[in-house]
């Protein structure tokens, strides 16, 4: 498998765990000292990360990516593209479109997130 296919087979896990509100599989998926930002630059390490996702509210019913490019340099990746979400909130189905900028390095002999940027809602 190419690298490009790698990562983006890595980035589908991830939101595939998203998904889930796996924890566990996300820890195992991200590098260590992950760095997660919002794009008015707040930043949550590793455990916050994971205690964000494990308290995502309703019910998750789908969570994608779409538009992913990837751009390979000497020391990582570019990965960004957007991620849909679909969740059943208070009976309510609620969707969600945000822009994403991932920085991956390749860690143990895998591809890893090591630093992640969301960006506001397409409008």
Sequence with gaps: MTDQGAIRA????IAAAIGRRDVAA???????GF??????GAAADLETFLTGVSQIPGEILAVRLEQVEI???ATGALVTGIQYAQLRIDGQVVEDRRGFV????????????????DLPASP
């Excluded at 890595?10 to 896990?13: D, L």
């Excluded at 991932?102 to 940027?117: L, M, N, P, S």
């Design 35 to 40: 760095v997660h930002r919002t794009h008015g």
């Design 102 to 117: 991932d920085w991956f390095i390749k860690h143990a002999g895998e591809w890893r997130i090591q630093a992640a940027v």
């Design 10 to 13: 890595m980035s589908e896990k």
């Design 71 to 73: 751009d390979l340099a």
């Design 26 to 32: 996300l820890r195992a998926l991200l590098a260590p």
